[in-house]
């Protein structure tokens, strides 16, 4: 009986490990589990160079650089990504669209998106006829994708807020991380709306992304709604300090 209860006790090793594994501020490549400085293998030993943080770098980096034979360190000490063509954006794009943890499916539906969008914009290029055209054409899919969320970001919302056994819709500014959720919803929830029998998602989520990156389509007319409901209930608006 002793012996099953001292094999079912869990060991000091479990428990530190369990302790690294459940504090967020603690990094996947650190050596340690306490989070003290200088605990990382890049930190301890002083060896590894600084990593290349953008792609004009990596095409425009000498041959005889030392980052070839060197150790070099991660770009981000997160379990993300350590590529240079790492976007934080498009993974919170990738995070609202996954349903049951299957990425895979969103990580192909997101490239082919990119894919369609790539197509459109380079036919565009190819038939333009002057300068000045050609250059008002942005063929980088995530250029327009930071494009069409940044047009499409809210800067006010409503909430509900109870005065003398009343429920009234108070507008209050959006902070940018809830503006720019609620910005990837209204793409997402607008191609899911128009969408057809016989047209693939990734067809219509490339033309809302270009819609919206242009001021236009469904997603810009859900945030101006959003606005005019704000400017219909202002009068509430100072009921947002009297909470």
């Known amino acids: 009986m002793l012996k099953s209860l001292f094999l079912l006790r869990p060991s000091s090793f479990q428990c530190m490990r369990q302790f690294h594994l459940t504090i967020p501020s603690l990094t996947a490549g650190q050596t340690q589990y306490r989070g003290q400085?200088?605990?990382?293998?890049?930190?301890?030993?002083?060896?590894?160079?600084?990593?290349?943080?953008?792609?004009?770098?990596?095409?425009?980096?000498?041959?005889?650089?030392?980052?070839?034979?060197?150790?070099?360190?991660?770009?981000?000490?997160?379990?993300?990504?350590?590529?240079?063509?790492?976007?934080?954006?498009?993974?919170?794009?990738?995070?609202?669209?996954?349903?049951?943890?299957?990425?895979?499916?969103?990580?192909?539906?997101?490239?082919?998106?990119?894919?369609?969008?790539?197509?459109?914009?380079?036919?565009?290029?190819?038939?333009?006829?002057?300068?000045?055209e050609r250059s008002s054409i942005e063929c980088n899919p995530v250029t327009l994708l930071q494009q069409a969320i940044k047009n499409a970001t809210p800067i006010v919302r409503l909430t509900r807020i109870a005065k003398g056994g009343t429920l009234y819709s108070v507008p209050i500014p959006m902070s940018p991380t809830r503006g720019t959720f609620t910005a990837i919803r209204l793409l997402i929830d607008s191609t899911h709306d128009a969408r057809p029998h016989d047209q693939r998602f990734w067809t219509l989520f490339a033309k809302e992304i270009m819609d919206a990156a242009r001021n236009q389509g469904r997603t810009i007319k859900k945030k101006q709604e959003i606005h005019r409901n704000a400017e219909l209930n202002r009068a509430y608006a100072h009921f947002k300090w009297q909470k």
């Open 37 to 132: 400085k200088e605990s990382t293998w890049w930190e301890k030993y002083g060896s590894h160079v600084d990593p290349v943080a953008t792609r004009s770098d990596l095409l425009n980096m000498d041959d005889l650089d030392e980052r070839h034979y060197r150790p070099v360190k991660p770009v981000i000490p997160t379990y993300q990504s350590f590529s240079c063509f790492h976007d934080p954006l498009v993974s919170r794009v990738l995070g609202v669209l996954l349903r049951e943890g299957n990425r895979e499916l969103v990580e192909e539906l997101m490239h082919k998106t990119f894919r369609t969008i790539k197509l459109i914009q380079v036919g565009k290029l190819n038939r333009a006829k002057t300068d000045e």
